[in-house]
């Protein structure tokens, strides 16, 4: 088929659920139209596991039984949905990372098989193995959607997420140049919004609380010293540098703050690691910066990022006709398309990878 209905599903680093995004798809040009999303909260106890999970506190046993559990949300995410998808040719499932260490080993859980027979459909899921195996990194790979969907001719733009983590595509004349994590984005405020609240609020909406609090220079300081905010691209984080490990590390300091200095010097740390990524590593800056995810909402470090990166025009990419939390669901619709047309879909700029691969893994349990 030359042109797909395509659905990705996405639920990144937040772990606030899952976002279920229809895109059209052209093989010729890989043009790509933006349909409708949906977004599902996970259940308090599943979100409870996936956490337990990502943090290693799982056996093997139990890590089996929520990969399970979450494949299960997945489908029934998907019936509640279907009514009004219409058409659906293709299923990309990212899936729930839950372990990452760039260039070794990376793990998604959430069992296909539970989408494909109930949606009667294809399902390409374990996108990141493939670029792992070739040398790679597994991550950052949403840069190859937006170099198709945003690149333009004879301009520099950067396509930023904010999602859990903050990654950034450096585009130059339609073409990537770099892309790398730069570290947390919402991560870190929302685990400490959850523990200030006992998980009463998920995130700082638009701010509020950060905005009231003063930084405590001294803190962000020392957390802006944390090597990975240095180490040269490429390069990719998770859990595994900002988790738990990372918060235990500054906790004595952090909790010594009144709240609203705590959540103030935490997204002061998102936005200084941010501008300090663009300063050592993306002369010349981009014309513009097109902020994406859940962090393109709060609007008190949508100004201080406007603040501190002024030489760049900064829009949200809701202005380009796109929902903020859309384009990482968008991103593996494309990379899906992508494996049944047998496309490769890794930049090797953006993963480290030796060569461009196809990625994926197809579940087809459909009636024949």
Same mark, same amino acid.
């Given at each position: 088929?030359?042109?797909?209905?395509?659905?990705?599903?996405?639920?990144?680093?937040?772990?606030?659920?899952?976002?279920?995004?229809?895109?059209?798809?052209?093989?010729?040009?890989?043009?790509?139209? !933006? /349909?409708?999303?949906?977004?599902?909260?996970?259940?308090?106890?599943?979100?409870?596991?996936?956490?337990?999970?990502?943090?290693?506190?799982? =056996?093997?046993?139990?890590?089996?039984?929520? $990969?399970?559990?979450?494949?299960?949300? !997945?489908?029934?995410?998907?019936?509640?949905?279907?009514?009004?998808?219409?058409?659906?040719?293709?299923?990309?499932?990212?899936?729930? =990372?839950?372990?990452?260490?760039?260039?070794?080993?990376?793990?998604?859980?959430?069992?296909?098989?539970?989408?494909?027979?109930?949606?009667?459909?294809?399902?390409?899921?374990?996108?990141?193995?493939?670029? +792992?195996?070739?040398?790679?990194?597994?991550?950052?790979?949403?840069?190859?959607?937006?170099? @198709?969907?945003?690149?333009?001719?004879?301009?520099?733009?950067?396509?930023? &997420?904010?999602?859990?983590?903050?990654?950034?595509?450096?585009?130059? &004349?339609?073409?990537?140049?770099?892309?790398?994590? =730069?570290?947390?984005?919402?991560?870190?405020?929302?685990?400490?919004?959850?523990?200030?609240?006992?998980?009463?609020?998920?995130?700082?909406? &638009?701010?509020?609380?950060?905005?009231?609090?003063?930084?405590?220079?001294?803190?962000?300081?020392?957390?802006? &010293?944390?090597? !990975?905010?240095? $180490?040269?691209?490429?390069?990719?984080?998770?859990?595994?540098?900002?988790?738990?490990?990372? !918060?235990?590390?500054?906790?004595?300091?952090?909790?010594?703050?009144? @709240?609203? $200095?705590?959540?103030?010097?935490? =997204?002061?740390?998102?936005?200084?690691?941010?501008?300090?990524?663009?300063?050592?590593?993306?002369?010349?800056?981009?014309?513009?910066? +097109?902020?994406?995810?859940?962090?393109?909402?709060?609007?008190?470090?949508?100004?201080?990022?406007?603040?501190?990166?002024?030489?760049?025009?900064? @829009?949200?990419?809701?202005?380009?006709?796109?929902?903020?939390?859309?384009?990482?669901?968008?991103?593996?619709?494309?990379?899906?398309?992508?494996? /049944?047309?047998?496309?490769?879909?890794?930049?090797?700029?953006?993963?480290?990878?030796?060569?461009? /691969?196809?990625?994926?893994?197809?579940?087809?349990?459909?009636?024949?």
């Amino acid at each position: 088929m030359n042109k797909l209905n395509v659905l990705g599903i996405m639920s990144g680093t937040s772990l606030d659920g899952a976002d279920f995004v229809k895109i059209k798809i052209s093989k010729k040009n890989l043009k790509c139209e !933006y /349909v409708g999303m949906q977004s599902f909260r996970f259940p308090g106890d599943l979100k409870k596991k996936l956490l337990a999970c990502a943090q290693n506190e799982k =056996t093997v046993y139990s890590l089996s039984a929520i $990969d399970h559990e979450l494949g299960k949300f !997945y489908a029934d995410c998907y019936s509640e949905l279907k009514s009004k998808l219409k058409k659906v040719d293709l299923i990309g499932l990212h899936g729930q =990372t839950v372990f990452h260490e760039g260039k070794k080993s990376t793990l998604q859980i959430g069992e296909p098989s539970y989408l494909s027979i109930l949606s009667k459909k294809p399902v390409v899921s374990n996108f990141r193995a493939g670029d +792992i195996a070739a040398g790679g990194h597994g991550a950052p790979l949403a840069p190859f959607f937006h170099q @198709v969907v945003f690149g333009k001719k004879n301009k520099t733009v950067s396509i930023h &997420n904010l999602g859990g983590i903050s990654n950034l595509s450096l585009i130059r &004349n339609s073409k990537l140049s770099l892309a790398f994590d =730069t570290g947390p984005a919402n991560m870190l405020i929302d685990e400490e919004i959850r523990r200030y609240t006992n998980g009463k609020r998920n995130f700082d909406e &638009n701010g509020v609380f950060a905005s009231r609090g003063k930084v405590n220079t001294e803190l962000l300081i020392k957390m802006l &010293n944390f090597k !990975y905010f240095s $180490d040269a691209p490429p390069k990719s984080c998770g859990r595994e540098q900002f988790g738990k490990d990372f !918060y235990a590390s500054f906790q004595n300091e952090l909790t010594s703050l009144p @709240v609203n $200095d705590r959540l103030a010097t935490l =997204t002061e740390l998102t936005v200084q690691s941010i501008a300090k990524s663009y300063q050592r590593f993306c002369k010349p800056y981009p014309s513009e910066i +097109i902020f994406c995810g859940g962090g393109a909402k709060n609007n008190y470090m949508m100004k201080r990022l406007q603040d501190e990166l002024a030489s760049s025009k900064i @829009v949200t990419i809701e202005s380009l006709g796109w929902p903020s939390e859309s384009v990482e669901g968008a991103a593996f619709a494309l990379l899906a398309a992508c494996r /049944v047309w047998s496309i490769p879909s890794n930049l090797v700029l953006s993963t480290g990878a030796s060569k461009r /691969v196809i990625l994926g893994q197809i579940t087809d349990l459909r009636p024949r």
